[in-house]
């Protein structure tokens, strides 16, 4: 498994002086050796006119992004070796720089490995640098993180000027989100695997309009052994609502004595329909050229370092809009995931082992006629045995 860096999340440090830019909800990806690939070592399934248009002799960390809201089909079109002709909404978003011309500048300081990002992203038109600014402090992350989410991002990264690239998960980065708590009610156990074997794995909980849901996370080991009562009210956090309107990485806050059910179910208020919206080659970011976000840009005395990347305060993302040549069919909606990234923000989530899982969805053509999973892109299962009984085509690579 490849070594890369990995954030931590912020704990109210004080950001003046960091670098800021947005989160980007896309699939985290190293391009060296020509090929595009996951922390696990996984090669993507990228088209070869979009490798051929990749800068040479170098080693990039970033993001394989489709646009804001585009998570789900970005996962889709990455692990599918069929869907080539749609990398054309595909842009590797740059934010850092292991190699440059054959040679290690990982420990470089940030400021000199985003003047490298800047000169391979310049003879690539699939590729850009994430723009980013300097921090003024904690009013001015506020108001960049309530701008990027209101118009529909994730949430920002900070990184600290003069860093060298870690190899772990490092101090150096830090992720800046907002999350949500709701209200559900358990209706039902999951029994847990491995360590957790005689022991709650997950609760099974429904929300006031018959979404169901799994909730696996923010259980210590004396809760899974008598895990809430079927009937309790429990809170849970999320990060988001998935395409289908499923909470994304729900994680038990605790249980709800105050309200019983039918308070809660009476003002409640569901969620609206999710569009779907069409992928688009011109994509929007924090930081676009020809508009200022947030407050001063001025880099006065921040950090060391500040003056040599002033130049790179902002990079423009755009490009010219090109249409769909084709309308999505319904596989290509059910082509959904969990980018191997994301796995880092679940918290205690015990990672699957990648052999096991290609064991599990091994290409056995007896398997065609398996029938297809009932719980489909919601699936949480882990156990071998279930993939060998039932199909998971969005899984498959």
Known sequence: M???????????????????????????????????????????ACTSWFKQKMPKDCALDGELWAGRG?????????????????????????FD??????????????????????????????????????????????QLLSEVEGRGGEGLMLRKPGSAYERKRSKTL????TFHDEEAIVVGHEGGEGRLTGMCGALVCETPDKRRFKVGTGMNDDQRRQPPPIKTVITYRYQE??????????????????????????QYLP?????????KKKHSILFDEGRRSGQSQSSTALAPGAAEATAARRWSTS????????????????QRGIAEEDLEDIGSVEEKSEQAQKKARSADPATDALPICIYGIKCFRKNREHFTEFRHPWLDE
Do not use: Y
Request: hydrophobic share 40%; proline share 6%.
């Open 2 to 44: 490849s070594d890369v860096l990995l954030a931590q999340k912020w704990e109210k440090e004080d950001p003046t002086g960091w670098w800021v830019s947005e989160k980007l909800d896309g699939v985290r990806a190293l391009w060296r050796d020509g090929n595009f690939q996951s922390r696990a070592d996984n090669k993507f």
């Open 70 to 94: 585009q998570f789900q089909k970005a996962v889709g079109i990455v692990k599918s070796a069929t869907r080539g002709q749609e990398w054309e909404f595909m842009t590797f978003m740059v």
């Open 271 to 279: 969620p609206g329909p999710r569009k779907d919206a069409a992928l």
């Open 319 to 334: 490009m010219a809009a090109r249409p769909l040549k084709r309308q999505l069919s319904e596989e290509d909606l059910l």
């Open 97 to 142: 720089c292991l190699v440059e011309g054959g040679v290690n500048i990982a420990d470089r300081p940030f400021e000199q490995r985003v003047e490298a990002i800047k000169r391979l992203c310049s003879v690539s038109d699939v590729t850009k640098p994430v723009p980013m600014e300097m921090c003024q402090g904690p009013e001015h992350l506020a």
């Open 241 to 266: 609502l998935t395409a289908a309107n499923m909470p994304r990485f729900p994680t038990l806050v605790g249980e709800r004595a105050d309200l019983t059910w039918a308070q809660i179910c009476a």
């Open 174 to 177: 830090l992720k800046v989100k």
